[in-house]
């Protein structure tokens, strides 16, 4: 029989529950474990997020209803899957002084997105602010990765927001099957303080994720406008109305890696927000291609749904193509 835990949140405290699962035949198994993709050869993997008009996941189209271009040529897709594919995702959750009374919900989004991964899928959890800190590797003890979490908030933190994205993806360097997920908690722009000598651009988070086939997922807080409620005469209205929104560049960066971008306002529901984002992940396509050209550059992707009703795909906007060894 086999045993797992998840975390339980009863009376604000974490605790563990066991969930037994039944004895299952090898075809059982097999059944409702399907192949797992590594990425191996000169197949470019896509994943794919694909909505209807009233943005609702669609699960259900086949190999022909979509179409693959590199750099405007349609090429031929010799890899199709739409089962759930394992996950390793690193979960950033700004500590900023501005995030400051916001941990009660981080937890609770934090242990909400842990109900609504699969027993495949492994995490890491990550937190920046003076200092950015990732737990060591990847788990599936949700109890452990929860008490990883800090209980409070220092009020002078900066944001390190990039550098913390480019940190995370340093633990995908041993990571060979699944996908390679940043989902990034944030309600400011981008500002590194003193503590750390070098600088991390927007520019050159991209550009890695893009070439290591990361998808970044962000999800901006709207801040309570504090500063604007409590502005002195003179102040420059604007400059203080930019500092209670989310840094655009998520936004940004989710776009070009086939992620997904949520802003939530005050009293919107985080929890849904990162249980959306599990599920999501739970429900994507994977389209594989061979490219003709060797040339280890970057090519422009587009994936587009042949099919009629209106569907809006998502996926990564280039690649780097594999080079031919001579």
């Not at 590594?38 to 259900?60: H, I, N, Q, S, Y």
Request: hydrophobic share 40%; with cysteine; proline share 7%.
């Amino acid at each position: 029989m086999k045993r797992f835990l998840i975390p339980v949140m009863a009376f604000g405290v974490l605790a563990t529950a066991t969930i037994a699962a039944g004895p299952r035949s090898d075809a059982q198994t097999q059944q409702q474990q399907p192949p797992v993709f590594r990425a191996k050869g000169d197949t470019v993997p896509v994943f794919v997020t694909v909505l209807d008009k009233t943005e609702r996941l669609v699960p259900d189209l086949t190999k022909e209803d979509f179409e693959l271009r590199d750099s405007g040529k349609v090429q031929p897709i010799t890899l199709f899957d739409n089962s759930p594919q394992p996950v390793r995702i690193v979960v950033l959750l700004d500590l900023s002084g501005s995030m400051r009374g916001n941990m009660p919900l981080m937890r609770s989004a934090c242990d909400q997105l842990l109900r609504e991964l699969n027993e495949n899928d492994k995490a890491r959890f990550g937190t920046f602010g003076k200092e950015i800190t990732i737990t060591p590797e990847f788990s599936n003890d949700g109890a452990a990765l929860m008490a990883s979490l800090p209980q409070d908030i220092d009020p002078d933190a900066p944001t390190p927001l990039w550098r913390a994205v480019y940190q995370a993806m340093d633990g995908f360097s041993k990571v060979d099957d699944g996908r390679k997920v940043v989902l990034i908690l944030s309600d400011g722009y981008d500002s590194p303080g003193l503590t750390f000598k070098k600088n991390v651009s927007q520019v050159e988070v991209i550009d890695r994720a893009q070439s290591e086939g990361v998808m970044i997922y962000g999800v901006g807080m709207r801040g309570r406008n504090a500063g604007v409620a409590g502005a002195t005469p003179g102040a420059n209205l604007g400059a203080l109305m930019a500092a209670d929104m989310p840094d655009p560049g998520l936004g940004t960066a989710a776009t070009a890696t086939g992620g997904g971008y949520f802003e939530l306002r005050p009293r919107e529901d985080l929890g849904a927000t990162f249980g959306r984002v599990a599920r999501e992940l739970h429900s994507q396509y994977l389209l594989g291609f061979v490219p003709t050209q060797m040339d280890g550059k970057e090519h422009k992707l587009e994936v587009r749904v042949t099919k009629e009703g209106g569907y809006k795909p998502r996926a990564r906007k280039s690649y780097v193509a594999p080079k031919k060894s001579s």
